[in-house]
C-alpha cells in the first residue's frame, strides 16, 4: 500500500492534467467555434444591409439596371470584356473592342480586375452583363462592410460595436449615390489596409507584410483611385510610427513588393502617361468636393434639412448626425486608451488629408502634389479622396460604440447588446435612402447577333456618332457591344482618343454625304443607325439620303429602330 500511494497521486495528477486540458480545448474550440459563428453572423447581416439600402435593384439584378447613368453600362462592358478576355485571349486583356483603332483602350478606365473576378462566372454561365455588374456590386458593397467590420472588431474588441463601423464603411451617402460606379462599391481593400499597414509597422510579422503586399496588388487590379488613397494610408502610418523604423521600412517595402506584383496591369496606365495622358486642373475642378460637400446628403431623413449644401452627387459626403456622434466619443475613449492612441491618430491624419485633397484645385496642398506627384495628375474625380474621411469616421463611431458598450456592462451586462443594436439602426435609418433609381432591362437586342456572325474582318460604326462632348451617350453601344465583340469605333471614357475626336468631326453629320465618305474612309464594314435617337424630320432625311448610296446594304432592321447596313465598299 506505501507503493501504491505514489502511484495513485501519479495517476491522480495526471487525471487532473487531462481534465483542464481536456477543458482548455473545450474553451479554444468553443472560441473557435464563437469566431466562425461571429464571422457568418456578420456576413449574413452585411448581406441583409445591402439588399436594404439597394432595393428594388437588389431582388431582380437580371432585370433592374443602374443604366440611367453612363458609368454603370461603361462598367457593365468593362466587366464583361474583362471576363470574355480571360476566357479567350489573355494576353490581349487591355485591348478592348471600342474606340478602334486605339489599342490598350481598357486603360482608359479603371481595370476593376478584382470586380470582375465575382462577374465571371456569371458571365460563363450564361448571365447578362447587366446582371453581371449588378451582383458585382451588390457582392462588393457587402465584402466592404464586412471587411471594416472585421478590422473594427480586432481593434475594439467588440464584434457587436464593430457592426456600425462596417455600417458606416460601406452604407454611407457618398457610395450609395455613387452605386453605377462599380469602384465605390469595391471599396473591401481600403479598410484591410488601414489594418495590415498597423500590424506589420507594430508586429513587424512577414506574414503580414505578405498579407499587405496582396492587399496593394488587389487594390491596385481595382482602381487607380483606390491604389491612391491605399498609397496615402500606408504613407501616414509609417509617419506616425517613424519611430519604429523597423516596422516602418517592412510596411514601405511590403507596400513596393505589391506594386510590383501588379506591374503588368499598371504598365499600360505609366504607358499613357508617358504618352503625356495627363488631366489639366480646369476638368478636376468639376470632379473636386467643397467644403459644403460635407455637409450634404441624399437620404431620406437628411435630405430636406441639407439641401442648401447640395450641388452634385460627386460633393456629397455627409456622415451622419449619428455616426459624427459615435465618432466624437470613440476617438476620446481611443485617444486616452495607449494602445489604440497611434492608430487613431493615423485614421485622424489620413481623414483630414482626404479631405484636403478632396478639394482638389481649389487647396494649394493639392496643388503642390498635383505638381510633384506624376501619378496624381492622371486622376480626375479627386473628390473621392473624401472616402478617407468617412473611413475615418466609420471605425471612430466603431470605437465609441465599443466604450459605451463597456461602461452599460459594468451595470448591465446585457444591456451592452442594446447598445450595439441601437447604434447599428442609428445609422442605417439615417444612411436608407431606398428605393434606389432604376430602369427596367430587357436585354441586348437581337439584330447585334448579326454582327456577332458576320465573317471578319468587322469594324463597326454606331450612329449617331457623338461628339466628345456628348460622349455619354455611347454608352448603350459599349453594352451591346458585348453581344458580339467585334471593334466598335465608338466608346465612352474619361478620356478621349485623338481618333475618336477626328471620327466625330465628320461622323457627328450622318446622313451628309461628306460624313457617310468619312465613315467609310475610315475603314468601317458596318454601320448601325439608330433611328430612335433621330427626330422624325432626320429619320426621313436619312432614309432619303441611303436611297442614294448604294454601298451601303441594309442587312436587317428591327421594330425598335435599329438598322444594320454592311459597308460594300469598305477600305
Known amino acids: ?14 487525471g487532473t492534467l487531462g481534465a483542464v486540458e481536456a477543458f482548455q480545448q473545450t474553451q479554444i474550440d468553443s472560441n473557435a467555434t464563437f469566431l466562425v459563428a461571429s464571422e457568418i453572423g456578420a456576413a449574413i447581416l452585411f448581406v441583409a444591409l445591402t439588399i436594404l439600402h439597394t432595393w428594388p435593384l437588389s431582388i431582380a439584378p437580371a432585370s433592374r439596371s443602374l443604366n440611367h447613368n453612363v458609368d454603370a453600362e461603361q462598367a ?57 455588374f449588378n451582383l458585382a456590386v451588390l457582392i462588393g458593397l457587402a465584402l466592404t462592410g464586412w471587411a471594416a467590420w472585421f478590422v473594427a ?6 464584434a457587436t460595436a464593430a457592426l456600425t463601423a462596417g455600417a458606416l464603411a460601406a452604407f454611407n451617402v457618398h457610395l450609395l449615390t455613387r452605386l453605377p460606379h462599380i469602384v465605390a462599391a469595391q471599396s473591401w481593400t481600403l ?3 488601414f489594418y495590415l499597414a498597423d500590424r506589420v509597422v507594430t508586429e513587424h510579422r512577414p506574414r503580414d507584410a505578405v498579407a499587405l503586399a496582396l492587399c496593394v496588388t488587389a487594390t491596385a487590379a481595382n482602381s487607380l483611385y483606390w491604389l491612391a488613397l491605399a498609397g496615402l494610408i500606408v504613407g501616414v502610418t509609417m509617419i506616425v510610427h517613424a519611430r519604429q523604423w ?37 476638368s478636376i475642378v468639376q470632379f473636386s468636393a467643397t467644403p459644403a460637400g460635407y455637409l450634404a446628403s441624399t437620404t431620406r431623413l437628411d435630405r430636406g434639412w441639407t439641401s442648401r449644401f447640395y450641388t452634385h452627387d460627386v460633393d456629397v459626403f455627409f456622415a451622419g448626425v449619428a455616426a459624427r456622434r459615435m465618432a466624437v466619443v470613440g476617438a476620446v475613449a481611443a485617444w486616452r486608451t495607449r494602445g489604440s492612441r497611434a492608430r487613431m491618430t493615423t485614421l485622424a491624419l489620413v481623414g483630414a488629408i482626404g479631405v484636403v485633397l478632396s ?4 487647396s494649394t496642398i493639392y496643388r503642390w502634389v498635383y505638381a510633384w506627384v506624376e501619378p496624381i495628375r492622371g486622376l480626375r474625380a479627386v473628390a473621392r479622396f473624401g472616402y478617407l474621411y468617412l473611413l475615418g469616421v466609420a471605425f471612430a463611431a466603431g470605437y465609441g460604440v465599443a466604450a459605451i458598450e463597456r461602461r452599460v456592462a459594468r451595470s448591465r451586462p446585457r444591456g451592452a447588446w442594446a447598445i450595439a443594436a441601437i447604434a447599428l439602426a442609428a445609422v442605417t435609418i439615417e444612411a436608407w435612402s431606398a428605393p434606389i433609381l432604376t430602369l427596367p432591362f430587357t436585354g441586348i437586342p437581337p439584330i447585334y447577333e448579326l454582327v456577332a456572325a458576320a465573317p471578319d474582318p468587322v469594324r463597326l460604326v454606331e450612329l449617331p456618332f457623338y461628339p466628345p462632348d456628348g460622349m455619354p451617350g455611347n454608352g448603350e453601344y459599349e453594352l451591346n457591344a458585348t453581344a458580339h465583340w467585334k471593334p466598335i469605333m465608338n466608346g465612352t471614357s474619361g478620356a478621349t482618343p485623338d481618333s475618336y475626336r477626328e471620327h466625330a468631326a465628320s461622323f457627328w453629320f450622318f446622313p451628309r454625304d461628306w460624313a457617310i465618305d468619312a465613315i467609310e474612309r475610315a475603314g468601317a464594314t458596318h454601320v448601325m443607325v439608330h433611328l430612335e435617337h433621330f427626330t422624325p424630320a432626320e429619320v426621313a432625311d436619312i432614309e432619303l439620303a441611303l436611297r442614294h448610296r448604294p454601298e451601303l446594304w441594309l442587312v436587317a432592321a428591327d421594330s425598335r429602330g435599329h438598322r444594320l447596313y454592311r459597308v460594300v465598299k469598305a477600305r
Do not use: C, K
Not at 153 to 158: V, Y
Not at 359 to 362: K, S, T
Open 76 to 132: 457593365e462592358w468593362t466587366l464583361s470584356w474583362i471576363a470574355h478576355a480571360l476566357r479567350t485571349d489573355p494576353l490581349h486583356l487591355f485591348d478592348g473592342n471600342i474606340f478602334w483603332p486605339e489599342r490598350q483602350t481598357l486603360a482608359y478606365s479603371d481595370p476593376v480586375i478584382m470586380p470582375a473576378m465575382f462577374a465571371l462566372p456569371v458571365r460563363a454561365l450564361g448571365g447578362s452583363p447587366v446582371l453581371a
Open 1 to 14: 500500500r506505501e507503493g501504491e500511494r505514489p502511484l495513485a497521486r501519479n495517476m491522480a495528477l495526471v
Open 153 to 158: 472588431w480586432r481593434w475594439t474588441g467588440s
Open 359 to 362: 478639394f482638389g484645385p481649389a
Open 191 to 193: 479598410p484591410l489596409t
Open 246 to 282: 523597423r516596422g516602418a521600412l517592412m510596411t514601405g517595402g511590403a507596400a513596393v513588393v505589391g506594386l510590383v506584383i501588379a506591374l503588368p496591369v499598371l504598365w499600360p496606365y505609366v504607358g499613357r502617361a508617358r504618352a503625356g495622358a495627363t488631366r489639366p486642373l480646369e
